[in-house]
């Protein structure tokens, strides 16, 4: 089948070429985002594959719908970028790779939390640079260290684990709390307002719905104590941005590691570095010592993409051959979460 690919990069064609061995279709790939402006490049394609900056509004599918297409397929995890209720009406169904490797972003998870408690990012700069201070490199034991885990999922469960590795206590919250896997991943369940009130390291992984947008925000901030660690590579609206720049000046936040951010459509994935970048809000953030910020990379291992891959290219082919859509995403799973 052909298939319109969007907002593609070298790094993942290469692995889409290789699964694609095994399916055979006819794979048309695109740097531009999906947008209204761009979706008539996938004239005649029966299938469109989009990431997750692309904008999958009701526009963007009457234009697929026009012409041609006849099936989404998200080559992610989220798909709060996609207009579902539209996709619905407009008859195309939406297929997703719900798990490629959680290890690939839990890992990534960790990193981001231990990199900027041991100040990492500017040991690194200071020692290219020839200055061996140690000044200012202060970090802590993770070692009995409390962390919370928002979202209790596949990503969350391993993150959950490695943490327990570490010697931490970790507690978590869920809408839909799995007693069986808090006792395999060593966690226990605790209400949203005590892990936040508790924990030194908070870590989001709850999808980005209309009830976990801004999950933190001023008053959140303000419950957690003093000089806790944020990470953030669920989503980048499960925070509320300005009320973390405060909490960064006010040094209620200690330090954060973030992989998303609330306006990175545009900006991640992009080189912008002969530009000056317009977003005051990221500048103003980039600027905090305590901050690493990693630009949506935390999915990129070899296995994930390879995995990411052979899935898209296999919900392809089921749609192709009529077979039922297992990985199919519907507008009821968001009003779920
Ligand atoms: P998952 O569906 O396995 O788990 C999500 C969990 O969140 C579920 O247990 C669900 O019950 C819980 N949840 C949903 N709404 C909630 C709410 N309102 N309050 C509390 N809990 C709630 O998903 P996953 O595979 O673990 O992925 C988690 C998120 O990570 C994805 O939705 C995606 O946005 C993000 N992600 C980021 C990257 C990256 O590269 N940075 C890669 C993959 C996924």
């Known amino acids: 089948m052909r298939i319109a690919f969007f907002d593609t990069h070298r790094y993942e064609r290469r692995a889409f070429d290789e699964a694609n061995a095994g399916h055979e279709h006819e794979i048309v790939y695109h740097e531009p985002r999906l947008t209204p402006d761009t979706a008539s490049l996938a004239q005649g394609c029966p299938a469109v594959c989009s990431f997750v900056n692309d904008r999958v509004t009701a526009e ?3 234009i697929l719908v026009r012409g041609g297409t006849k099936l989404l397929a998200l080559r992610s ?14 008859g195309i169904p939406v297929v997703r790779v719900p798990e490629y490797s959680p290890h690939a972003v839990a890992e990534h998870t960790v990193m981001l939390a231990l990199a900027v408690i041991r100040r990492v990012h500017r040991a690194w700069a200071r020692v290219r640079e020839g200055n061996f201070s140690l000044e200012g490199l202060m970090g802590f034991d993770l070692f009995q260290k409390r962390v919370g885990i928002v979202g209790t999922g596949k990503i969350g ?5 490695i943490f327990n590795g570490f010697g ?12 069986q896997a808090a006792k395999e991943c060593g966690f226990s369940y605790v209400e949203l307002d005590e892990l936040y009130r508790t924990s030194d390291i908070i870590s989001l992984h709850v999808p980005l719905t209309p009830k976990t947008h801004h999950l ?4 959140a901030i303000k419950s957690m104590k003093r000089g ?3 990470v953030n590579t669920g989503r980048g609206a499960l925070i509320d941005t300005r009320a973390l720049i405060d909490g960064l000046k006010s040094g209620q936040v200690g330090a954060a590691g973030l992989d998303v951010y609330e306006e990175e459509e545009g900006l991640f994935f992009r080189d912008l570095s002969d530009r000056v970048i317009q977003d005051d809000v990221l500048a103003r953030l980039l600027m905090f010592p ?3 910020v990693t630009a949506h990379q935390a999915f990129l291992t070899r296995e994930a993409l390879a995995n990411i891959a052979e899935t898209t290219l296999a919900n392809v082919t089921a749609f192709e051959r009529g077979e039922l859509l297992v990985n199919e995403v519907r507008a009821e799973d968001v009003l779920r979460g």
């Open 157 to 161: 469960r391993v993150t959950a684990r």
């Open 77 to 90: 995890a989220g798909f709060n970028h996609v207009d579902l209720v539209a996709a619905g009406r407009l």
């Open 168 to 179: 931490c206590d970790v507690v978590a919250y869920d809408i839909y709390p799995n007693e």
């Open 216 to 219: 933190v925000d001023g008053p």
């Open 60 to 62: 963007t599918l009457e």
């Open 290 to 292: 305590n901050i690493l």
């Open 228 to 230: 806790v660690v944020i």
